[in-house]
């Protein structure tokens, strides 16, 4: 039987491995595969990220510089932009992005044209697996009669299934080699030979399902139940403030119950490219069952509402000292939407520097990790933290949390802070006029 052969080739470490995208998600996925002993090729439209992987520069967190280096050196691990070369492997990982559209809807452009990709060299005995996170059903309604349109049939002639990515920058403890892998195939030998490949790769558990809905389902579920607790915080943060409620406080004293709670923050919004977006995919794919998926949808709102409320306290605090936020010297410390990370999409310190523009104010971005970013056509530049730009700064906002900030110096440097994050928590003696979310 073909399946024998491409099962063999998966337990000797002879397939080849293929991975449409090489970000994020699709790079350290490369990386690990050709660490565990398999050929790899990475396919990408940029060419820019094609030469910088074959020359062994790395540009994502959650790759090891050397590791990467020598994957590149002993051959192991090549890049490329001609997809003409997905006929020489034997399985194939689309890691490619699935935003929303301006409509809030799913874009599975980059899914659809990976699709169309490899289908123009799709062979017998040949296993693709969806990982970019989309709305439960898009495996099968949208990529496999794609593929089953060059009259290969799934299931017989090749193999199709959806492992859900669960990459989370910057988690110092669970990466991709050791983060468990939920995985369901279009057909049970179709989930079978997926789950053999993710298993002779990573450490964490392959758990397997029944079809591909369900792990689309499951990972959504798992960025929904996030966005919503996230979203009850927010709420939480609002409330306190009125109250004259320290949040932060009450959710330390909830965290003792060693049962029935687990903690989560507010913060400034949200930010990423998954729980911002995901829960959106299941509210468009509802409408198709005509359900208003209520409670996702009002989170969403909560949320989307913080940068208007940091903007709001902002103001407030500034009034304190009789300054206008119209001209007065804000320092904004963080771009990226988590600590120590170099990532800003969906950031929402870009929402609050639209308003903070909006209010004509003189404001300045810090962020170690990031020297330069556009936003809507225009070039930011980060400047450094230093004694002089906390003493000329009207008021400090902490945006990100980063751990390359001295926390110490801002508050004995600074004149008012704005703690999004309550990232001062361990400073004793603060000097400066100081509120936190």
């Excluded at 399985?91 to 452009?109: E, G, N």
């Excluded at 170690?368 to 225009?378: A, D, Q, T």
Aim: contains cysteine; charged residues 25%; hydrophobic residues 40%.
């Amino acid at each position: 039987m073909l399946v024998n052969g491409l099962l063999e080739k998966i337990e000797s470490k002879t397939a080849v491995i293929g991975v449409v995208g090489l970000g994020y998600v699709g790079l350290p996925l490369a990386v690990e595969k050709a660490k565990a002993g398999y050929k790899v090729i990475g396919f990408d439209v940029q060419q820019k990220r094609v030469d910088m992987v074959n020359d062994g520069i790395n540009y994502i967190g959650d790759v090891v510089d050397d590791e990467l280096k020598q994957i590149i050196h002993s051959g192991q691990l090549t890049a490329t932009v001609d997809y003409s070369k997905i006929q020489e492997v034997d399985a194939v990982a689309i890691c490619v992005p699935t935003p929303l559209d301006k409509y809030q809807q799913p874009d599975t452009t980059y899914v659809e044209a990976s699709g169309k990709e490899i289908a123009k060299y799709l062979h017998p005995n040949m296993l693709v697996v969806l990982e970019s996170t989309t709305y439960p059903g898009t495996t099968e309604e949208v990529l496999q009669p794609i593929l089953e349109a060059t009259g290969l049939k799934v299931g017989e002639d090749f193999y199709l299934a959806y492992s859900p990515e669960r990459v989370d920058p910057g988690n110092k403890t669970f990466n991709t080699k050791n983060t468990p892998k939920v995985v369901g195939g279009v057909s049970a030998l179709c989930t079978k030979i997926a789950a053999a490949m993710y298993r002779s790769v990573l450490e964490g558990d392959v758990h397997e399902v029944s079809s591909p809905k369900i792990a689309e389902m499951e990972k959504i579920l798992e960025n929904t139940f996030r966005n919503i607790n996230i979203g009850l915080a927010n709420e939480m943060a609002i409330l306190c403030n009125k109250m004259g409620i320290d949040l932060w406080e009450v959710i330390e004293a909830a965290k003792t119950k060693p049962y029935g709670f687990m903690a989560f923050y507010p913060g400034p919004g949200l930010g990423g490219h998954c729980i911002p977006i995901d829960p959106f995919y299941l509210t468009w794919k509802a409408r198709e069952y005509n359900y208003h998926t209520r409670l996702i949808e009002v989170a969403g709102e909560i949320n989307n509402e913080m940068p208007n409320f940091v903007v709001d306290r902002t103001m407030k605090i500034l009034n304190r000292y009789k300054k206008s936020l119209s001209g007065a010297k804000v320092l904004v410390l963080g771009v990226a939407y988590k600590k120590d990370i170099d990532d800003f999409r969906e950031s929402p310190v870009m929402e609050i520097i639209k308003l903070l523009e909006s209010y004509q104010s003189n404001f300045e971005l810090v962020d170690p990790h990031i020297p330069s970013f556009r936003l809507e056509g225009k070039t930011y530049e980060t400047v450094e933290l230093t004694e002089e730009k906390l003493q000329e700064a009207d008021l400090v906002l902490i945006t990100t949390d980063h751990s390359a900030f001295d926390y110490q110096q801002i508050g004995d440097h600074a004149a008012a802070i704005f703690d999004t994050r309550n990232a001062m928590k361990d400073i004793k003696n603060i000097k400066a006029y100081y509120e936190k979310l």
